[in-house]
Structures are given as C-alpha cells and as structure tokens.
C-alpha cells in the first residue's frame, strides 16, 4: 500500500564528507505515500526522481529506507541523510542523466527489499584513522 | 535577488510532499554564474557557456536572467550545458524571442521558499521533512512557511479562534511515530515560520536543528511530547514569537533543550499544561550563553536552567509560575489560568494571553515588534510577555520599523481608519469587512495590504518607492476610483474578481502589473515602458482592449471571450523583442490593421 519516490541522479557533486553525508544520492528514497498518492506534476516527470510502485505492501515494511544513519550529530556531523539506498540497477533502472526513466513494473516486498543496500559511514576528515579499513570506533 | 518560491500540497502544487520540495531545492542556493550565450538556445532552453558546470542539474531551481527576462532553470544537461527553463512566480515558462550565441546571461543565486497550501494535513509516522545538503548564506536561505491565507495566522477568525494546534485553521504538519521528528534541519540560515507542528507520541519532537547556525523559527505553534525545539549546535539561533506546548509527564526532556551560542529566545509561551503536574524543565540550553526575553514559562519546576551544566542565560521581562527569575523585568509566582485563556488541555488549551494578566504590557521591546500572528507590538504601553499581543482597540499608530495591523474582524459602520505610517513599516489592515471610508498613506519600503474582503467605500492608496500594493480580493460593489500610482520596483496587484467600473494603472520601469483575472466590464488601459509584464484579464473583456508597449514588453490578452471592439492602433508601433498573444478562444470583432510581422501571433479573426 505504498509508493516510493527515490532519487535516480545524485544531487550534487559528493566529493566532500559533507556532500556524501547529507545530500540525497541515487538510490535514495526521498519518501513513501500510500497507494494512489496524487504525485505533483514535477514528482512525476523531473528526470532526477522515479516511483516505484509497490502495491499492497504497508509503508512500515520499508520505512527503514527513509532513515538516516543512526548517532548523535553532536559528535558525528557526517551521519548519512539515509542509511540504506535501493540498487535502481538491479531494478532495471538505468542512469540517464537527461531522461526521465520510470521503472517499468511494480514491485513486491521481496523483490525491493532484496535491492536494500546499506551505505557506508562516511570517514570523519577530522579523525585520523577513520578511513583505514579494520579500524573500530 | 528574487526568491524562488514553489507550493507544496495535494492540490496541483508544485511539490505533493515536503521532502520532495526540499530535494529539489539546489545544493548551493549561493552559486551564481555569468558569461556567454552558447549556441543552439530556444524560446524553452539556454546553453550556457563552455565553462559551465559539466553536472547534470548542477543548476536546477536557481533563476537564469536573459534579456532582462528571468526564469527558473527546470533541468540541465551538463554535458550540452543545455538548461531548460520553466515558470518562475507566475513569469511565462519561456523566453520572449532566442537567446542568441554571446548574448549576456546571469545564473542567479536564489532564496528559497516553500509555501504551504492546507489542502490537507501534512502527516506522517515518522520525519516529515529532513532539511540537510544545501549551502546557504545570509541572504540565499531556505524558508518552510505557509502560503498566504494558508497559515493559522490568516485565518478570518485568529484573533478569537484557540491558539493551539488545530490542523483546520491553517497548515498542520503532524507526525505519530515515537521517537521522531516533525522537522530536522542542519542547513545554516533555514527558517520556519507560520506552520503548526505536532508530535506528541513519545519523545517526539517538533524541530531537531541538527547543525548550522543562524537559522530563524518564528511565529509557529508547537506541541510534542519531547522536545517542542532541540538544538544540537550552532550559532545565534532565533527562537521567537513561538507557542511551545508540552502535554505530557514526561519531565527528562525540555520545552527548548541543546547547545550551541548566542541563541536568542524572545517572545515565546512555553507551557505544560495544567492539566499535568509541574515538573521538569522548560530551558535547558547547556554550556552556553544566550538571552531569553519576553517569555512566559509555565508547568515546569525550573522554568529555565539558570546553571550547572555550563548554562549561562541572561533573562529579561519573563513571567513563569515558580520562583521569580533573577533579571531585569522578571515577575515570578504568576497563576497560569489569570495569564493565557485556557492553560488546561483537558479542556481545550488556548494559549492567547488573557485581559488582566500580569503578563500584560510587562515585556521590553525586543525582538520583533509583532506576536505570533502579526498583531503589532506594542498594542498597549509596552510588549506584553509571550507570544500573544493583547489588542484593546483599534487605534493604531507606529513609527519606524514596525507593522501596524488593524482589526481583523467586522467593522461595523461609519468608522474612519487612519493608518499613518513611516520607513519599513507593514499596514496590516482589515482581514473582513469595512463599511466606511479607509484612508492611509505609506512612503519608503512599506507594504499595504488593503482588506480582503468586501470594501463598500472609497479607499485610496499612494505609494512611493520599493511598495506592495495588495488590493481587495472580492467584490467592489459601488462606484470606486482606485487610482494606484506606482514608480521604480513596485508590484500592483488589483483585483481578483468582479470590478464594475473604471480602472487606470501606470507604471514605470521594473514593474509588474496584474490586472484582473475575471470579469472587466469597462475599459481598461495600460501603458508600459521598458521590462514590463502585462498579465491581461484572463475571462471576458466586455469592451475594448488596448495595448501599447515598446522594447521588452510582452502582453497577454484574454484567454476567454472578447464580446466587443479590440482597438490595436498601437499594436503597429511595436519595436523589436515584443509579443503579442491575443485570445485563446472566441474573438468575435474586429481586428483594425493588423501588422504583418513574424512577431505577432496568435489572434484568430473568425
């Protein structure tokens, strides 16, 4: 009983922490409406977003793709806008930057959720170490 | 510097969700961009020049002027540096002619704003918007407000209506989850203002600022379980005109609660109600600096940490029920239900401030020199505490920097409303009726909103520079001269519907004009100079229609039926770069000597 309006390009330019961290990146599930939500003219045709349709599953059931990274923003200011991201690709979506590409079917439960990716963390530049692989903490 | 503004609602706005306003908006509100036309531009597109950004959208939602034209970049394709352009503010969605290669453009750097329609409650389980990714400045920020006649704050009935969140008198954004956020912003500069904003399922809370610094959040209401406002960091965060409600046992968290420096809390009634037992905090601002002024604090044990925890607040001219607050102005020991209408949610809480209150006209003048919804400070001999003004009549005067608003109920009859006002001032007038004459005069930088409804007498305005002229949105029903005089940088907005008599507009450079959108029985004249917008009736022109215009002008006749002569000598003295775009349907009369030109379009003589 959801749909799901994600992001198909990358905001912006993220070769910064604070571009990886916190602007919405392809995959990202910008929000989740119920079944039949009356999308605006610009939800349905800018080439940035797409919908993916999931008919009969109940929004609570992917809620988890519209969360951030979890931590306190006190001591880790580069905690992701969310957490985990959809692999379009997987999906059939192919990256066109200039073209709206809306995903041909609908999907189930199980389809999407087996797409659910989660990000990385994003290196904190101000914490030695941070990036080394192995590193706890 | 013109603000990008888009609608957010259910209704055919622009955006049907909050989050995907906010996605759109650009990464850097601050960028500009100015060089050289690329080839191959149309009346829908602009190829920017070889240098520009090689990103796909880079430039999305920022203006793009050409030819003094100004529209809003709707995509862009980095690697033709090809942008489309659409409507911005009700502009056409295209260029009037081509811009040609090595033409001069401007990539601008755009405020923000997202208005809020109340087509239906903005709800939610859990966040409703998270606002994070966009650089800004102080002048190039992001706003979350309601649209005009969206907000709690323009209700017909605000002056008597609860002050309390009710999703019915105005834009609502509710979530129900526990442990989430109505809004979560880290973006520096952002404000929020004129929205009502629940969460009061467990640890709720209305707004996490989850980093940046300098953002506004004003004249909004407020209830959650946890906090109503949480600062994480940041600094000279504005906290003002706010009514923050807390209905709940929950005593570990605080009304407003974080960190950061130099905060500024003014002008806000902070409340538990009474129908819950006193308890907890309601400032609890730690290790830092900050003034709060003007406050009334209720329902909490320590109205405000005065220490411990590195809090180091200034407080001034604050009521609260406890023990007096040491400070300049402070009254302690207040009896909630003498001070707002109703303090108990049993019942229907009302946080308006009520008539005898010790609160009354024992603020400072601080902050802004209105309340929480736009009731002008001070409407007795000085700030009454909280976010409430208390209005006693309709007598009105103010100096500078202030904003007068008359009554926004019924005036009965016969009365006289002399609004006189000086340098960056807002007249506010009657929301409802008027039944007698309305006369004022404003000079520099004022905004004249008229009333909203039926005025039955003769109203006249007369602006000078950098003005609003806002008129009636309804019926005219007698004979009426309105006569707007308007110079440099001026917007005339007339009428909205029926208007039955005569009409005169001028305007000079860099100016607006938006006639009628309904019916014109009578003549209508309009004369432009240079940069000019002519939005023309957009239903039946009973009479004629005339329009003169030189270089840069574009005119836009009636989309609907024109039932009589259509006079066009002037149409021949077109210069270059015009347009004429005459009825979308029946035009049944005569069209005199039509030029022959590739420039002028559009008409159908059948």
Redesign the interface.
């Known amino acids: 009983m959801c749909e799901l309006?994600i992001?198909t390009?990358d905001?912006?330019?993220l070769d910064t922490p604070?571009?990886q961290a916190?602007?919405?990146q392809r995959g990202d599930v910008?929000?989740i409406?119920s079944d039949g939500?009356?999308?605006?003219?610009?939800?349905l045709r800018?080439?940035?977003?797409t919908i993916l349709k999931m008919p009969g599953v109940d929004?609570?059931s992917v809620?988890a793709f519209?969360?951030?990274e979890p931590g306190d923003?006190?001591l880790n200011?580069y905690l992701r806008?969310r957490m985990f991201k959809l692999d379009l690709d997987a999906l059939g979506h192919k990256a066109d930057?200039?073209t709206r590409l809306d995903l041909k079917a609908s999907f189930d439960l199980t389809t999407t959720l087996a797409q659910k990716v989660q990000r990385p963390s994003v290196a904190d530049p101000d914490v030695i170490g941070a990036a080394e692989a192995g590193i706890v903490g | 510097m013109t603000t990008v503004t888009r609608s957010i609602g259910t209704s055919g706005r622009d955006y049907s969700t909050l989050q995907a306003w906010e996605d759109a908006r650009p990464a850097d509100l601050t960028l500009t961009r100015s060089n050289s036309v690329g080839v191959g531009s149309t009346s829908s597109t602009i190829v920017l020049d070889v240098g520009a950004s090689g990103t796909d959208n880079f430039y999305n939602e920022h203006s793009v002027t050409w030819n003094a034209q100004e529209r809003r970049i709707v995509s862009y394709v980095g690697a033709t540096k090809t942008a489309t352009i659409g409507v911005l503010n009700g502009s056409s969605a295209t260029w009037t002619g081509t811009p040609a290669a090595l033409d001069s453009f401007v990539v601008n750097a755009n405020p923000q704003t997202g208005e809020c329609y109340n087509d239906s409650e903005f709800t939610n389980t859990s966040v409703l918007l998270t606002i994070s990714g966009e650089t800004t400045d102080t002048t190039n920020f992001l706003t979350l407000t309601a649209a005009t006649g969206q907000s709690f704050i323009d209700n017909v009935n605000v002056q008597t209506n609860a002050l309390t969140y009710n999703a019915t008198n105005g834009v609502g954004l509710r979530i129900t989850n526990t442990y989430a956020n109505v809004i979560s912003t880290n973006v520096a500069n952002t404000r929020i203002n004129r929205l009502q904003l629940s969460g009061t399922a467990t640890r709720s809370v209305c707004i996490f600022q989850s980093g940046g610094s300098g953002q506004k959040f004003t004249q909004n209401i407020m209830h959650s379980d946890g906090e109503t406002l949480n600062l994480a960091s940041g600094t000279t965060i504005t906290v003002r005109n706010n009514l923050m409600v807390r209905n709940t046992t929950n005593t570990t968290r605080a009304c407003i609660m974080g960190y950061g420096t130099a905060h500024i809390v003014d002008e806000n009634t902070i409340v538990r109600p009474t129908n819950r037992t006193a308890a907890g905090t309601g400032i609890d601002l730690r290790y830092i600096t900050y003034n709060v002024r003007d406050c009334l604090i209720f329902g909490y044990t320590t109205p405000i940490k005065l220490s411990g925890n590195g809090a180091a607040p200034t407080v001034s001219n604050t009521g609260t029920d406890q023990t007096v607050i040491t400070g300049t102005g402070n009254i302690g020991s207040m009896t909630p239900a003498n001070e707002i209408q109703q303090p108990n949610a049993t019942t229907g809480f009302d946080g308006r401030a009520k008539s005898g209150g010790s609160g009354i006209d024992a603020g400072a003048a601080v902050g802004d020199a209105f309340d929480i919804v736009g009731t002008t400070r001070p409407a007795g001999s000085a700030y009454d505490m909280g976010c409430w003004e208390l209005v006693a009549s309709n007598s009105v005067t103010g100096t500078a920097a202030q904003v007068l608003i008359k009554p926004s109920q019924a005036v009965s009859a016969a009365a006289t409303y002399n609004v006189t006002a000086s340098a960056a001032q807002t007249l506010l007038l009657f929301s409802q009726a008027a039944a007698a004459g309305i006369s004022f005069s404003s000079t520099i930088a004022q905004i004249l909103l008229p009333p909203t409804q039926a005025a039955l007498a003769v109203e006249a305005f007369i602006g000078t520079i950098a003005q609003t002229f806002a008129k009636p949105t309804q019926a005219i029903t007698t004979s009426i001269t309105y006569n707007v005089t308007a110079t440099a940088a001026q917007t005339l907005l007339p009428f909205s519907q029926a208007l039955a008599g005569v009409q005169s507009f001028s305007a000079s450079v860099a100016q607006t004009l938006l006639p009628f959108s309904q019916f014109i029985a009578s003549a209508s004249l309009i004369t432009a100079t240079v940069s000019q917008t002519f939005l023309r009736p957009t239903q039946a022109a009973a009479l004629y229609y005339l329009g003169a215009g030189v270089l840069a002008q574009r005119f836009f006749g009636p989309s609907q039926a024109i039932s009589a002569t259509v006079s066009g000598p002037a149409l021949t003295t077109m210069a270059g770069a015009q347009r004429l775009f005459g009825p979308s349907q029946l035009l049944i009369c005569k069209v005199p000597a039509l030029v022959t030109s590739t420039q002028f379009f559009s008409w159908r003589t059948d």
């Open positions: 309006l992001r390009q905001k912006a330019a604070d571009a916190s602007v919405s910008i929000t409406q939500w009356k999308w605006s003219e610009a939800e800018s080439p940035f977003w929004a609570t809620s519209v969360q951030p923003p006190k200011p806008r930057p200039a």
